[in-house]
């Protein structure tokens, strides 16, 4: 049996989630139960699978055989190619320290207890049924004639059936007038609200004749179901519409009130950015760090470059906190850091897009640990200086984001500064132009600044703009760092607040960036190449 369970952000409890179904006899079982898990792109979401030897019916684990485990985060299986990740299990039960729209998990485990644990995969796919719609359009024929001076003016109200029996009306088609065989206009309506995911649940559609003072009369009704509707992709269904008072009063010489046919039925299915994902899309994620003077002189404590060897500065934390979400989507998990606004040695020029890492022909770092690593290595041999310019590192990821148009890579800047933005007209100039491509750009202010700058640049007030052109999309995200971190409060907590406000836009903005170009996910994940040599000047 498997045994899956999610761990808490505040105190990093695991609780049990589910159990899958126990298979006798091998060593290899494919379980058949699926976990449905919520998916937040924003949020790290800690995973643990245990995997055990039942040798009773007993529903306490440790009367059963301890297998092996693995950790991981809800993000790595959505971030593997084709959302399918197979990890070795480990074979101790023991705490690992780690910084660490509804998916379904199917699990496998193969291998041989013992000394070599053996695997397990897990797959994760979206549920279908959550983002169905359907175009629907109807017409009547020789409906029951209602009005004393004329035909009728009928319209259609659609209810759904709920678990206890009752109705709850899901939509009104528009009024028809003077009419006995109306065509109502086609409309769209998500399969959840027509029947909340269930295709075989009943579905009521009532006619009516309107009446100006609301006293609306009844023509008569029939029922249906989605899979029923959804016949009408490839024919066309005709239902009796009943009126059962005027059935019992006229008996055998009533036949029906009229029919109703479907005319079409076009189902459609949301692309999401799993979707995308799913297929192979890789997020290539960039950090640029503020080394201006502004900050302070990294050997004191009051430094925001402060090296604690207790605990992490703000820099660090806001690093952790938001790449460590981000770096489930990146295959290789190699990220170019950069930094700007200090002297390099050694002649002692002021930079404003240089390597973190020492190397401007290969500024990537192997993971965020890397990129920490990196970044206290950099805090030793350059000088802070200034001014504080962000259009050059902008314009760096621009420049790689501009050969992507394919939709097969999305580029994400983590920008992170304590100052005012002394290049603001080459700032707004670069981000117009960046609006048009596969990137989007995060902000943390860090320290005690006001940082209106900053604030305007997010655009959620007003659209920025440049020389009279006004970004196509929003692509900036900022938060100021001291909105989430206090002295004394939980720094996981704070930086699980901070990472959830800072990426909760991006799905929405890479959406839209697919969708305005008309970039389809791909059906499967393409083979995963390495990234183009990152050259700095």
């Known amino acids: 049996v498997c045994v899956l369970y999610t761990q808490k952000v505040a105190s990093r409890e695991w609780r049990e989630y589910g159990r899958t179904e126990a298979i006798s006899n091998t060593l290899n079982p494919d379980f058949v139960r699926k976990f449905i898990v919520d998916f937040f792109f924003e949020e790290r979401q800690n995973l643990r699978f245990d995997l055990y030897d039942l040798d009773s019916k007993s529903e306490n684990l440790s009367k059963h055989d301890f297998l092996g485990q693995m950790y991981c985060t809800l993000g790595e299986v959505v971030g593997s190619p084709g959302s399918r990740m197979e990890r070795t299990l480990i074979s101790q039960c023991c705490n690992i320290a780690r910084t660490l729209h509804d998916t379904i998990y199917h699990l496998c485990y193969s291998g041989i207890p013992g000394k070599n644990c053996g695997t397990i995969i897990v797959k994760a796919e979206e549920l279908g049924n959550c983002r169905e719609s359907v175009l629907l359009q109807f017409c009547g024929n020789n409906l029951d004639k209602k009005d004393f001076f004329g035909k009728s003016d009928p319209f259609l109200v659609f209810y759904r059936s709920n678990e206890d029996g009752t109705y709850t009306i899901c939509h009104k088609t528009?009024?028809?007038k003077n009419t006995l065989d109306p065509v109502w206009q086609a409309f769209k309506i998500p399969v959840r609200a027509l029947c909340n995911g269930d295709y075989d649940r009943a579905i009521k559609i009532e006619v009516y004749d309107w009446d100006r003072d609301g006293g609306h009369d009844y023509i008569g009704e029939f029922k249906t179901s989605?899979?029923?509707?959804?016949?009408?992709?490839?024919?066309?269904?005709v239902w009796e519409v009943l009126n059962i008072?005027?059935?019992?009063?006229?008996?055998?010489k009533y036949h029906n009130s009229g029919t109703v046919t479907l005319l079409s039925c076009l189902i459609d299915v949301e692309v999401t950015f799993l979707d995308y994902i799913k297929g192979g899309t890789q997020i290539n994620f960039t950090v640029a760090i503020d080394f201006t003077a502004s900050n302070g002189n990294p050997s004191q404590p009051t430094s925001l470059h402060y090296?604690?060897?207790?605990?992490?500065?703000?820099y660090a934390m806001a690093l952790r906190a938001v790449g460590e979400i981000i770096q489930d989507y990146d295959s290789d998990k190699m990220f170019p850091a950069l930094g700007f606004g200090a002297k390099l040695p050694p002649d002692g020029r002021v930079s404003h897009e240089f390597a973190l890492n020492g190397n401007p022909g290969n500024p990537y770092c192997?993971?965020?640990?890397?990129?920490?690593?990196?970044?206290?290595?950099?805090?030793?041999n350059v000088r802070l200086y200034g001014p504080t310019y962000f259009s050059p590192v902008i314009n760096h990821v621009a420049r790689y984001a501009s050969l992507i148009k394919d939709g097969s890579e999305y580029f994400i800047l983590l920008i992170i500064s304590d100052g005012v933005i002394s290049d603001m007209a080459q700032t707004k100039e670069s981000i117009v132009n960046a609006s048009c491509l596969p990137m989007s750009i995060i902000i943390v202010g860090v320290g005690s600044a006001e940082f209106d700058e900053m604030i305007e640049l997010d655009g959620d007030e007003v659209r920025i703009s440049s020389r009279g052109r006004f970004a196509e999309r929003d692509i900036v995200q900022f938060v100021?760092?001291?909105?989430?971190?206090?002295?004394?409060?939980?720094?996981i907590l704070s930086m699980a607040r901070l990472a959830k406000d800072v990426l909760a836009e991006i799905p929405d903005q890479f959406l839209y960036y697919m969708r305005t170009r008309g970039i389809k996910p791909s059906l499967t994940p393409s083979a995963y190449t390495s990234k183009p040599m990152t050259a700095l000047s």
């Open 307 to 314: 090296m604690n060897p207790y605990q992490l500065n703000a």
């Open 226 to 237: 989605y899979r029923e509707l959804s016949k009408g992709q490839s024919q066309f269904s």
């Open 480 to 491: 100021p760092f001291r909105d989430y971190i206090t002295p004394r409060g939980n720094h």
């Open 245 to 252: 008072k005027k059935k019992k009063k006229k008996k055998k």
């Open 366 to 380: 192997s993971g965020i640990e890397g990129v920490i690593e990196a970044y206290y290595q950099s805090l030793k």
């Open 174 to 176: 528009e009024v028809v």
